[in-house]
C-alpha cells in the first residue's frame, strides 16, 4: 500500500480517548462521528434514536473517513447529493501535522480539500453527519426494461422529481438473475416472455431499482403512493420485482462480505464511470450492446443510474462531468486471483472506446499510471488540487499510492 511509508491503523482512534466514536445529537440534526467508524455502527447508533444520515453507499462495512474522501454514492445521492454533501465540521490531521477543525465557514480550503480529496490533504478524524428522521420500512421494486431510450427517459423523471427516496438501476446480463430474485421478490409468472426478450436484445435487459420509505404514519397512503409513481413508468408490462422489507435491512442488502466463509482467492478489478448524459445514447451503443456482450462474464454486477449535477459542491474536490445530469456506472467485477488481467483489458476496452468516441467520461474511485492523467482527470481543478497540497501536505507523505504527486 506504501513503499517505505507507513499505513495508519484508524480503528485504534476508536479504542482510544482521543477517538469520537459515535455520539448523536438528535435535537440539533447530526451525529459527530470518528473517521474510524464504519457506516453500518453509524446506521445502528442512530436509528437507536429514531434518526439516520440521509445519503448512503451500497455497502456499509466502509469507513467514514474513506467514503468522504471518495464521494460515496447509491441511490439517494440524487436526491440529497453524494456523502460529501452531508458533512457539516470535520476535524482533520493535516500533512504538516496540524489538527484543524474545519467546516464552510471556518477553514473552508481544508473542509472542501479533504471532502473528495483521496486523502491527499490531511486525514479525517472526525466528521459531523447531518440526519434526518429514519422511516422504519421501505417499499422496494425492481422494475425490467428492453429499451434502453425508454430507460433512461424513466430514470431521468425518477431522478427529476422528489417523490422517491431512492432511485437505482442495473444490467441485466444473465439469463439467471431475475431467477436470483424471486426468493425474495414476488415475481410475475410470465417469466418466458422476459427470456424471449432478452435473447432478442443481444442478451442484454437493463433494470431500474426503485424505493420509497415509509413509517406507521405513512403506512396507510404508501400503496397509493407508490401506484402513482409506477403509472408514470413504461417498464415491460407486467415485469415489477416487489417486496417490503425494514429499512436496516434495506440499507445493509449486501450484508458483510469481509467474512471468512467467501473465498479469498477473488480479485476485483473494478471501474467506475461517471458519464455526461448527452453521450449516453453512443454510451450504450458502444459499450452497453457491443463490448459488453462480447464478454461472457457469469459474476459481474453492473450499476447503471443518473444523478443530478446541482446535488454536488464544486469545491469539492471530487471530479463530476460538466452536465446538470450525469450517469454512474459500476462495472463491479469478480475473478479468480489469476484472471483479473483479462478484466483489466476489458476496463481498458471501454475506456479506449470513450477516448476515441470523444466521450468525456470521469472515473470515480480513480485509477492512473501517470501524472498527466490525473492533470486530464482533474481538468479545471488542477490548479487547486496543486495550490491544496502544498498548503496541507507539501512533503506530499499523505496517500502517495494514487500516484497523483509521487510516482510509487
Ligand atoms: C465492497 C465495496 C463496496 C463499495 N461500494 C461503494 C458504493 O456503493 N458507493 C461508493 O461511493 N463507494 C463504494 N465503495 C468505494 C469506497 O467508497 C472506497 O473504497 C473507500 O475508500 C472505502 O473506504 P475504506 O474505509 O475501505 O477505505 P480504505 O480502503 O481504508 O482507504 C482507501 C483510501 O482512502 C483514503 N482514506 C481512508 N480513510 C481516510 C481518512 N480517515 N482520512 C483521509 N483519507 C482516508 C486513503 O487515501 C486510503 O488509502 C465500495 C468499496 C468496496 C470495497
Same mark, same amino acid.
Given at each position: 500500500m506504501t513503499r517505505g511509508g507507513v499505513v495508519v491503523e484508524m480503528t485504534s482512534l476508536g479504542n482510544s480517548q482521543n477517538g469520537s466514536g459515535i455520539s448523536v445529537c438528535s435535537d440539533q440534526g447530526y451525529a459527530d462521528v470518528g473517521?474510524?467508524? #464504519?457506516w453500518v455502527d453509524v446506521l445502528r447508533a442512530t436509528l437507536e434514536q429514531g434518526l439516520a444520515p440521509v445519503s448512503w453507499t451500497?455497502?456499509?462495512? #466502509?469507513s467514514v473517513g474513506g467514503t468522504l474522501s471518495n464521494a460515496g454514492i447509491s441511490g439517494q445521492a440524487f436526491l440529497h447529493g453524494p456523502q460529501i454533501n452531508n458533512v457539516l465540521e470535520l476535524d482533520v490531521i493535516t500533512g504538516k501535522g496540524e489538527f484543524v477543525t474545519c467546516s464552510k465557514n471556518e477553514n473552508p480550503e481544508l473542509f472542501f480539500g479533504v471532502l473528495g480529496g483521496l486523502g491527499q490533504f490531511g486525514i479525517i478524524t472526525r466528521a459531523r453527519i447531518v440526519l434526518d428522521k429514519a422511516p422504519t420500512r421501505v417499499k422496494w421494486v425492481r422494475l425490467l426494461y428492453s429499451d434502453f431510450g425508454t430507460l433512461t427517459k424513466d430514470q431521468e423523471h425518477l431522478i427529476s422529481i422528489e417523490a422517491p427516496n431512492y432511485v437505482e438501476g442495473f444490467l441485466v446480463t444473465n439469463e439467471n438473475t431475475t431467477n436470483d430474485w424471486r426468493s425474495s421478490f414476488s415475481s410475475p409468472s410470465n417469466q418466458s416472455d422476459v427470456v424471449s426478450s432478452f435473447k432478442k436484445n443481444n442478451g442484454l435487459l437493463y433494470a431500474i431499482e426503485l424505493v420509497k420509505y415509509y413509517d406507521n404514519q405513512t403506512a396507510q397512503t404508501i400503496d397509493q403512493e407508490f401506484e402513482k409513481l409506477l403509472k408514470e413508468l413504461n417498464f415491460i408490462p407486467g415485469f415489477i420485482f416487489s417486496t417490503d422489507v425494514a429499512f436496516f435491512d434495506f440499507l445493509n442488502?449486501?450484508? *458483510?462480505?469481509? *467474512?471468512?466463509?467467501?473465498?479469498?482467492t477473488e480479485s476485483h478489478p473494478w471501474l467506475n464511470l461517471f458519464i455526461p448524459r448527452s453521450r449516453i445514447s453512443d454510451f450504450n451503443s458502444g459499450?452497453? =450492446? =457491443?463490448?459488453i456482450p462480447e464478454f461472457n462474464e457469469p459474476f459481474g454486477l453492473f450499476i447503471f443510474y443518473p444523478l443530478n449535477r446541482n446535488k454536488w459542491d464544486d469545491r469539492m474536490s471530487a471530479v463530476i462531468p460538466d452536465e446538470d445530469v450525469f450517469y454512474t456506472l459500476a462495472l463491479l467485477h469478480t475473478s479468480g486471483a489469476n484472471e483479473y488481467q483479462t478484466i483489466d483489458k476489458f476496463n481498458g476496452q471501454i475506456l479506449e472506446f470513450c477516448e476515441k468516441a470523444g466521450i468525456e467520461v470521469k472515473q470515480y474511485l480513480p485509477n492512473y499510471q501517470s501524472k498527466q492523467d490525473w492533470i486530464k482527470h482533474y481538468g479545471s481543478k488542477w490548479n487547486i488540487i496543486q495550490k491544496r497540497k502544498a498548503m496541507f501536505d507539501p512533503k506530499m507523505i499523505l496517500s502517495p499510492g494514487q500516484r497523483i504527486f509521487n510516482s510509487v
Open positions: 473517521g474510524d467508524q #464504519l451500497d455497502y456499509l462495512y #466502509l442488502r449486501v450484508g *458483510n462480505l469481509d *467474512n471468512e466463509k467467501l473465498p479469498l459499450v452497453f =450492446t =457491443t463490448i
